[in-house]
């Protein structure tokens, strides 16, 4: 019988226009990353360490502890212990040194105030806190509180109740605020008449089994201490619920291994969590309690690629934790010294992934008279440069539907839906998307998405099938009820 195929090629890299890819992934995250090469973040790392760089930090009283974990286990971890330190402390930082991790304890408050059924988003804190019950605060919910948008004033706690206005307009614009993390951990306590510091235990650390992480003042021993102690001996008293965590980068690790599984939370809950609620006056975002910063430099094409993290300071120590939902990756940083944060991007270096999906999805499938040819090139997601079905040219077909041309000018992409194997396909002509809206920026392909079917099924859907160990073996276009083989 005839056949026809599928090939997977390895594109030069070509001056392509900028494309609009959807939100989210546009190729599945790296399958094996602890086969990374990762000796450059080592070495730049070293470099930081060794004092003979232009860094902004002084490595002869800094110590640092980093973990960066994939969805199933913790592929890389860098440690440095400066020389200069309180004696009270380890000898040598390992991943299990405990540090201060000051507001990233936030990101626990948040996730037990959404393990709590009594506790809605929508709900006022008024509710749940009485002394609240003032004009100034009818309208303060517990998600604005959660995102940062509630124009609850930043540290001035014991004013809290005397001062006349709010910082902004409740739910008006992002300022960052310790105190609305105070009301959040009181607001838990009244609604289930646990302790504050319990109820993160028997919700977060305890399931998770993080056996160095909590409230309560740490052996010394298993600490790293900067010069001056005061700072890791504070025991924060109405601050816990902001800042008054302790962890190591192991624990850490396994927290945001948590979050990349959705081990706390359902999925449909851990994906609404890893969303902006708030914008700056730049491209970052603001969460629960999220500072989302989108670089767009991790790519050949330049694209947004979402990180949410969280840092914390107090003197002496910062900590840092990132996630990045589109390479299922995270990141736990923890410093302690005269100087506190550093903390590279280069890692998430989105080349690898592109070389990931290509071994997985190269190869050559055949059936029938229909073809499809999917590329990587410098653009974001697969190309498809060539694509029939049952001897029709559908580049033109789709490119006649959407734009009223020929197909010699579309471009098209496939990117995963993060759903099993299933991609959709984008569409853009002369590097405008369909739709196109007044401004070139605006990039409005998340309009188009699912806008051709056939006898009810979707023509721009391509689903990967997978064989018994995980290997690619064929491919489904539902919407053409075409099923290819591979060769």
């Not at 201060?100 to 393990?115: H, Q």
């Not at 330049?302 to 934790?321: F, W």
């Not at 995270?330 to 080349?351: H, K, Q, R």
């Amino acid at each position: 019988m005839k056949t026809a195929h599928i090939s997977f090629i390895l594109a030069v890299p070509s001056l392509a226009l900028a494309r609009c890819p959807p939100t989210g992934p546009v190729l599945p995250p790296p399958s094996n990353l602890q086969s990374l090469d990762l000796s450059t973040l080592a070495n730049i790392l070293d470099g930081l360490s060794s004092g003979n760089n232009t860094s902004k930090w002084n490595s002869s009283t800094t110590s640092i502890s980093t973990e960066i974990t994939s969805a199933n286990s913790t592929f890389f971890t860098y440690n440095y212990t400066a020389p200069v330190r309180n004696e009270s402390g380890v000898g040598v930082v390992d991943n299990n040194t405990i540090f201060r991790v000051a507001s990233v304890t936030n990101v626990f408050t948040v996730l037990a105030v959404l393990l709590e059924n009594n506790v809605k988003m929508e709900d006022l804190v008024s509710e749940f806190i009485p002394e609240l019950n003032d004009p100034k605060w009818a309208e303060v919910s517990i998600g604005m509180l959660t995102s940062q948008i509630s124009g609850t004033p930043r540290d001035e706690f014991f004013n809290l109740l005397l001062q006349d206005d709010l910082s902004w307009q409740p739910g008006d614009r992002a300022a960052y605020s310790d105190i609305a993390y105070i009301l959040l951990g009181y607001a838990l306590e009244n609604t289930t008449g646990i302790p504050y510091t319990q109820l993160v235990s028997n919700k977060i650390t305890s399931p998770l089994k993080l056996q160095n992480t909590g409230f309560d003042l740490p052996s010394l021993s298993k600490a790293i201490v900067p010069v001056g102690l005061q700072w890791f001996t504070n025991g924060f008293d109405y601050y816990k619920a902001t800042a008054g965590l302790y962890s190591t980068t192991h624990d850490l690790s396994i927290f945001l291994r948590a979050i990349l599984n959705s081990t706390l939370l359902t999925p449909p809950q851990t994906r609404a969590w890893l969303k902006p609620h708030a914008f700056t006056s730049s491209t970052n975002a603001v969460g629960a309690p999220w500072e989302i910063y989108r670089p767009s430099s991790l790519t050949p094409t330049p694209r947004y690629i979402d990180h949410y993290t969280k840092q914390g300071n107090v003197p002496g120590y910062s900590a840092l934790i990132i996630v990045v939902p589109e390479y299922e990756v995270g990141v736990a940083i923890a410093v302690a010294g005269e100087d506190a944060y550093t903390a590279s991007i280069e890692l998430f270096n989105a080349v690898e992934a592109e070389l990931q999906a290509l071994a997985k999805y190269g190869g050559r499938y055949v059936s029938g008279n229909s073809s499809l040819e999917v590329t990587i090139d410098s653009g974001p997601g697969m190309k498809i440069p060539k694509w029939t079905n049952l001897g029709k040219d559908m580049l033109f077909a789709f490119d006649s539907i959407l734009f009223d041309g020929n197909g010699t000018m579309l471009d098209a992409r496939v990117y995963p839906v993060s759903e099993g194997e299933r991609w959709r396909t984008v569409f853009e002509e002369d590097g405008r998307e369909s739709g196109e809206a007044v401004t070139s920026t605006a990039c409005m392909t998340w309009e188009a998405v699912d806008q051709l079917r056939y006898a009810g099924l979707p023509c721009d859907e391509v689903n990967f099938q997978a064989g018994g160990r995980g290997e690619i073996v064929g491919v489904k276009i539902p919407g053409l009820r075409a099923h290819l083989y591979k060769d």
